[in-house]
Every structure is written in structure tokens, then in C-alpha cells.
């Protein structure tokens, strides 16, 4: 069964640096997502992209989050200089017409 | 602005015993679409069942099922036959096209006992 997947599913980095989180979405579906899970609480949405472009984001995804789909497969979170609360699991979820959001298995994001 | 509630912040059930996980959402849409998701300690995100508010039949998928009360803005998961397996946190969520996102309870811990 096509499933999404993410890399890396841990990262470490010291505040102040950039990091990328990449996806693979199930090969058919048009609409990706980037959620966030800080441990312990409600998973937050971050941004939704169709059609390569940003169809809705949220009060988190300031200027230091950018996303894009460089090469037609990989979908990529940007965080352009990490906070300490950026610490977080961040999910990928992809979706096509009328159907649930699948989930990745998600990368850990640890910021120092 | 669409809410979804999660009033059980935990459950506990018997294993082979029966549970239910409320849900409550709060919407002025009448076309939309509701899920639970599963959250093992493994934090994999994992879809159990889906609901289309369109569709008065519940759905229904192996031993989970849903008691979708549209007027109500109810939406519980039934659990039947639990397994050890089953635990973990559920979380409720609420999607609309326009929205482009998903909406999020807080979760419902299981747990399950032996």
C-alpha cells in the first residue's frame, strides 16, 4: 500500500540554524500538508499547498517557514533560523480528491 | 470559527470490552468531513475511520464504528472487542474543501487493561 514518508525522522539542531524536513507524498494525491505535535498537546496545522502554491497557512507559519515542491515529488518545510519552541513532530500529510489525509511517520525536531 | 472538543482527556477499558470516545464539533457548514486518527506511542498518525456529513448511514470499519449525530454536531468512535493493540491517544478532527486544513481535538487517551 503507497504510504508517505519523511526525512529524516530525527533532527537535531542548535537554535539559530536552518533546517529542511522533506516528503514523499503517495504519488497520486495533489494536496500536501504540514502539521506540527509539540509533545504532549493538540497537533497544530501549519500550511496547506495545492497546485504549487500556499492555499492556506497559519498564524505559526510566520516568515520563518517556507514550503515547496523543487523537483515535482518532494514536498520540503523550511524553518529558516530555529527557535527552542520550534522543538516539535512535525507531519506531512497528503491527500487527493475527496479522500482522508494520509499521515508520514513524521520527524522529531529537536532544537538546542 | 470551526472547533472540534474532545471532553475525555482519558478512557480505560477491559480488553474484549466495549468503549466510546466523544467527540463534539461546533460548525455553521452543513458539507464537511470527519475523521478520528490514532496515535500510538510510536506518534505514527494513523486513520481509522471517516465520516462524510452528507451520508446518514455511520461508517463502519471492522471493529470501529461511529456514531455520527449531525444536529447534534456529535461524532463518537465505538470501539468494540478491544485489543491491546487499540491503545493509544485518538484524536477527532474536522475537514472542509475550503478550509484546506485539518481541525483538531485535543485527544482522548485509551488505555487498556489486561
Known amino acids: 500500500e503507497p504510504e508517505v514518508t519523511q526525512t529524516p525522522s530525527h533532527q537535531v539542531t542548535q537554535m539559530g540554524q536552518e533546517v529542511i524536513l522533506r516528503c514523499v507524498p503517495i504519488?497520486?494525491?495533489?494536496?500536501f500538508y504540514w502539521y506540527r505535535q509539540i509533545l504532549g498537546q493538540k497537533v497544530e496545522f501549519l500550511v496547506s499547498?495545492?497546485?504549487?502554491?500556499?492555499?492556506?497557512k497559519s498564524e505559526i507559519f510566520d516568515d520563518q517557514f517556507s514550503v515547496e515542491r523543487p523537483d515535482g515529488s518532494n514536498f520540503t518545510l523550511k524553518i529558516r533560523s530555529t527557535k527552542l519552541e520550534d522543538s516539535a513532530m512535525y507531519f506531512c500529510?497528503?491527500?487527493?480528491?475527496?479522500?482522508?489525509?494520509?499521515f508520514g511517520p513524521g520527524t522529531r525536531l529537536t532544537v538546542t | 470559527a470551526q472547533t472540534v472538543t474532545q471532553s475525555q482527556p482519558e478512557m480505560s477499558v477491559q480488553e474484549a470490552e466495549t468503549v466510546t470516545l466523544s467527540c463534539t464539533y461546533d460548525?455553521?457548514?452543513?458539507?464537511?468531513?470527519l475523521f478520528w486518527y490514532k496515535q500510538p506511542p510510536s506518534r505514527q498518525m494513523i486513520l481509522v475511520i471517516r465520516q462524510e456529513a452528507y451520508k446518514q448511514q455511520n461508517a463502519t470499519e471492522n471493529r470501529f464504528s461511529v456514531n455520527f449525530q449531525k444536529a447534534a454536531k456529535s461524532f463518537s468512535l465505538k470501539i468494540s472487542d478491544s485489543q491491546l493493540g487499540d491503545a493509544a491517544m485518538y484524536f477527532c478532527?474536522?475537514?472542509?474543501?475550503?478550509?484546506?486544513?485539518?481541525?483538531w481535538g485535543a485527544g482522548t487517551k485509551l488505555i487498556i487493561k489486561p
Open positions: 478532527a474536522y475537514f472542509m474543501d475550503s478550509n484546506y486544513q485539518l481541525i
Open positions: 499547498f495545492y497546485n504549487n502554491e500556499i492555499s492556506e
Open positions: 460548525t455553521s457548514e452543513s458539507d464537511y468531513y
Open positions: 500529510a497528503t491527500q487527493t480528491h475527496n479522500t482522508a489525509q494520509y
Open positions: 504519488s497520486n494525491h495533489l494536496y
